[in-house]
């Protein structure tokens, strides 16, 4: 028993080595900008960088309106999946998974020739079309991971007996999934709006080919451009994904823990 808890250690210490590495190696290379010391020169360059401060407000934003967009898709349609329709799962979890499936660059180039200016729906031809575009766009590729995250909460309640407790109270529909449905599953949509938020706001294809001023192209243009700020910001996108996930985890943990308490 000992050897194998030796051998799980030594695998768990080395690829943390495998993933920690590069990263310090980066860190140390981005505080390097001031030459003969150690700064942080290259954050404050990165961070007082207007286009920095435009592009990444304007995926916070698209994030937030994807994660609302996804919500408020994705909760009905599980929710009457599993009620109402069990038999159609299989084909909905299938159709969730095909943006894993396929590329990026397949879906917007798709969404190119449907939506161009010559097309019924020109949605190319404006900024708000082309920001609406981009929004379902995202929300296309979010779609596995809200829907699984919300699917496994939806497991761990009783939706039948809720929604007949709240018909016998002479609750609609529409008041039943706000009132009852979405503070059950609160911790799973959490859980899928983290992940999305950390999709969106370093996603490339979809804002390149559709020509849109984002985090993800500048992310692009400042390593192409820059010595020690793409390490800075590498670093910074590397703290933003972490967070997010140390989000997720802990309320996580707070619904484990208010569970346990009731």
């Known amino acids: ?20 590495l590069p990263l310090l190696g980066m860190f140390d290379f981005s505080m390097r900008m001031t030459r003969g010391e150690y700064s942080f020169e290259a954050y404050r360059v990165v961070l007082a960088d207007p286009q920095f401060q435009q ?14 967009l996804g919500i408020l898709i994705v909760v009905p349609t599980a929710y009457f ?20 499936v ?18 019924i729906l020109p949605l190319t031809g404006s900024w708000w079309g082309t920001n609406i575009l981009l929004l379902f ?22 939706i039948a007996s809720l929604t007949e407790a709240a018909q016998s ?47 993800g192209p500048y992310m692009v243009w400042m390593g192409g451009n820059r010595a020690y700020e793409p390490s800075a910001l590498a670093v910074v996108a590397f703290a933003i994904t972490w967070a997010c996930m140390g989000l997720m985890q802990l309320f996580t943990r707070f619904s484990k823990f208010s569970t346990a308490r009731r």
Do not use: C, H, Q
């Open 1 to 20: 028993m000992t050897g194998k808890r030796l051998w799980s250690w030594l695998a768990v210490a080395l690829g943390g080595l495998y993933f920690l």
């Open 55 to 68: 592009t990444f407000g304007y995926s916070v934003v698209l994030a937030l309106l994807t994660i609302v």
């Open 81 to 100: 999946v599993r009620l109402r329709l069990p038999g159609l799962r299989p084909v909905v979890e299938f159709i969730t998974l095909l943006p894993l």
């Open 102 to 119: 396929i590329p990026p660059i397949v879906i917007v180039f798709g969404y190119i020739r449907i939506y161009n200016t010559s097309s």
């Open 137 to 158: 766009g995202y929300a296309t590729l979010s779609l596995p991971y809200m829907y699984r995250s919300v699917d496994t909460g939806l497991r761990t309640i009783d």
């Open 169 to 215: 109270l002479g609750a609609g529909w529409a008041r039943i999934l706000a009132a009852v449905i979405l503070p059950n599953v609160f911790v799973s949509v959490m859980s899928g709006a983290f992940l999305t938020f950390a999709i969106v706001i370093g996603e490339y294809v979809f804002a390149a080919l559709l020509n849109v001023n984002s985090f």
